[in-house]
């Protein structure tokens, strides 16, 4: 069984920059969500997507974006970066429902740095 | 509002000692709670749910709801237990976990 992979583990970017950050689901799942963490902080939801559609949405601006792909694989994009949103981004899939049961599994994340 | 507090940013204890992780939530309704663990170098996993009423790698929560607590117990701590923990609860729209801000647990010798 594979486990969710991320691409890539870190990124350094400047402000005003976009930044694409991927994430392969774990065997069998369908649902992959995103989630912020930044600095000595919790994870913050960013968004769900199933079956290729958004399936609910954290309170992040729209410069946040992603996609799901037929494999389930996703993808984050962030637009116009600030300093804010330097942090860890992490990926989690599940079934639908996992947020439910809490069979959320995680990858390791992408460290991003805006400077 | 939903909102789960972990008020201990560390806690550090001596192996064989007790340990409760501090989280309290609030939430309109019946909550799904549940405790993740991070280990050094390791990715974030469930560690139990309150539904379940099991107990894990010998940690047990309990929910309370007249307190609106769900406290991570173990009655005596190892040194492999340490790593940090996080409480979360299932948004209401249920395709979210809110998680607290986390605690790192410190077992030494």
């Known amino acids: 069984e594979t486990g969710v992979t991320q691409s890539p583990t870190h990124l350094i970017k400047t402000r005003g920059q976009q930044v694409t950050l991927r994430c392969s689901s774990q065997s069998g799942h369908n649902t992959v969500s995103w989630y912020q963490q930044a600095l000595g902080q919790g994870p913050q939801f960013i968004f769900q997507y199933y079956r290729e559609e958004e399936n609910g949405r954290g309170n992040f601006p729209p410069r946040f974006s992603g996609l799901q792909f037929p494999n389930y694989s996703s993808e984050l994009n962030v637009n116009a970066l600030e300093l804010d949103d330097s942090a860890l981004y992490l990926c989690?899939?599940?079934?639908?429902?996992?947020?439910?049961?809490?069979?959320?599994?995680f990858g390791e994340g992408s460290r991003l740095t805006v400077l | 509002a939903q909102r789960v507090t972990q008020p201990e940013k560390l806690l550090s204890v001596f192996k064989g000692a007790p340990v409760e992780l501090k989280c309290n939530y609030s939430?309109?309704?019946?909550?799904?709670l549940f405790w993740y663990v991070q280990y050094s170098r390791q990715r974030l996993q469930l560690l139990l749910r309150?539904?379940s009423r099991e107990s894990i790698k010998g940690f047990t929560a309990d929910l309370n709801k007249g307190e609106t607590s769900f406290h991570l117990k173990k009655p005596f701590a190892q040194e492999e237990d340490s790593a940090m923990y996080y409480c979360?609860?299932?948004?209401?729209?249920?395709?979210?976990?809110?998680f607290g801000k986390g605690t790192t647990l410190s077992v030494s010798s």
């Open positions: 979360a609860l299932t948004s209401q729209a249920g395709t979210a976990l809110i």
């Open positions: 309150h539904i």
């Open positions: 939430y309109s309704g019946s909550p799904e």
């Open positions: 989690a899939s599940s079934h639908r429902g996992g947020a439910n049961t809490g069979e959320l599994f």
